[in-house]
């Protein structure tokens, strides 16, 4: 599977959008804004810097793609003020796959700036935007370019599917090393473009089977159900996995120093329920599985064009979505389970 090529979360503003689907996401750049002020601090206290480059690796679409940028813009505010300096012009990279939609992220540009003249006035320095597409496991940027790097919810994406492996143990294995290989690059890469002292603020799923769990394993259900009733032929069951890899805390403490141009300044974990965001009204109040459709609508936005291409039958995607509200609703959340497990790090470039 060229992952590429094909991945991308839901465009638009729709019902299914990943602009409208994102609540998730948002709580984990929310919880991270802590340590990226500090990380900032720590930043602009050492020389003081007229302007701050920063990237954003894996921004996707929707209103979260500026948040960061927007959260980079008031730490540094806050931090000017306690010092009575002016703050640095901020140059901001909004990094993504190029079937990203980079369109409604642009068309949101505006709105953005008036609200940075409204709410800063003209005691921030300016801001610039700008899109960097191309794949974050692969070179960006010139040597010794970037001051800050931020990712949010992306890293645990893989380049590709691991090769088809024999046994679950083998399963396991594959989707580590190609883990480890593309966590890898993306250190090495990133220690290329970033100056001497430059850090990264890093949020990546990680394994954490007590609290959480993947939203393919409702999906696997349904396609098990699917497959019984002769809706899906069963070659597709071998090829339903996504290329996704949740590590353990561990294996992500190993590549950093196995890779060794940075170090770990800072490392916590922390959970986001599925339902971040879902509020219940009267009316759903009468509906068992209203619940369960939130969470179909937040895993569509992401997962969508992966399960097309896997399935080419765009029937077949309405009908797995159709049954998942249900299966997700049984098999999960009645249960208490449905939790996105989430790494931070704060890491600073080795002198």
Not at 75 to 93: A, E, G, Q, Y
Not at 199 to 225: Q, W
Not at 321 to 339: N, S
Request: hydrophobic share 35%.
């Amino acid at each position: 599977m060229e992952v590429e090529q094909i991945l991308h979360m839901n465009g638009g503003e729709g019902e299914t959008s990943y602009a409208n689907n994102s609540l998730t996401q948002k709580e984990a750049i929310v919880k991270a804004k802590p340590l990226l002020e500090q990380s900032l601090n720590d930043l602009y206290c050492n020389d003081f810097p007229d302007c701050i480059t920063v990237a954003d690796m894996g921004c996707s679409s929707g209103p979260n793609a500026l948040l960061p940028t927007w959260e980079a813009i008031d730490s540094l505010d806050k931090i000017c003020n306690r010092l009575n300096r002016k703050p640095p012009v901020l140059h901001s990279f909004l990094n993504d796959l190029p079937g990203s939609d980079f369109n409604t992220v642009f068309k949101s540009l505006p709105s953005f700036y008036q609200r940075l003249r409204t709410e800063k006035g003209h005691e921030f320095g300016s801001c610039f935007v700008a899109a960097a597409p191309g794949s974050f496991h692969a070179r960006l940027f010139p040597p010794n370019f970037l001051d800050f790097v931020y990712s949010s919810n992306a890293l645990h994406w893989l380049s590709q599917m691991p090769k088809e492996p024999m046994s679950e143990f083998d399963i396991h294995r594959a989707y580590l090393d190609q883990f480890k290989s593309d966590f890898s690059a993306f250190l090495k890469f990133r220690s290329e473009e970033l100056k001497c002292g430059g850090r990264m603020i890093l949020t990546l799923l990680y394994n954490d089977s007590f609290h959480a769990t993947s939203p393919g394993e409702p999906a696997l259900l349904v396609i098990k159900d699917m497959i019984s009733e002769g809706l899906i032929e069963e070659s597709k069951l071998k090829s339903s996995n996504f290329p996704i890899y949740a590590p353990y805390v561990d294996e992500v403490k190993q590549v950093i120093e196995r890779e060794g141009s940075f170090d770990i300044h800072q490392l916590e974990t922390f959970h986001v329920s599925w339902l971040e965001g879902f509020v219940e009204n009267d009316n759903e109040g009468l509906d068992k599985y209203a619940r369960g459709k939130y969470v179909t609508r937040h895993v569509r936005a992401v997962g969508e064009s992966l399960l097309s291409s896997i399935c080419g039958d765009d029937a077949i995607v309405e009908e797995i979505y159709r049954r998942f509200p249900i299966k997700v609703t049984d098999e999960i959340l009645e249960k208490g389970r449905g939790a996105f497990a989430n790494l931070l790090i704060s890491l600073v470039k080795k002198l």
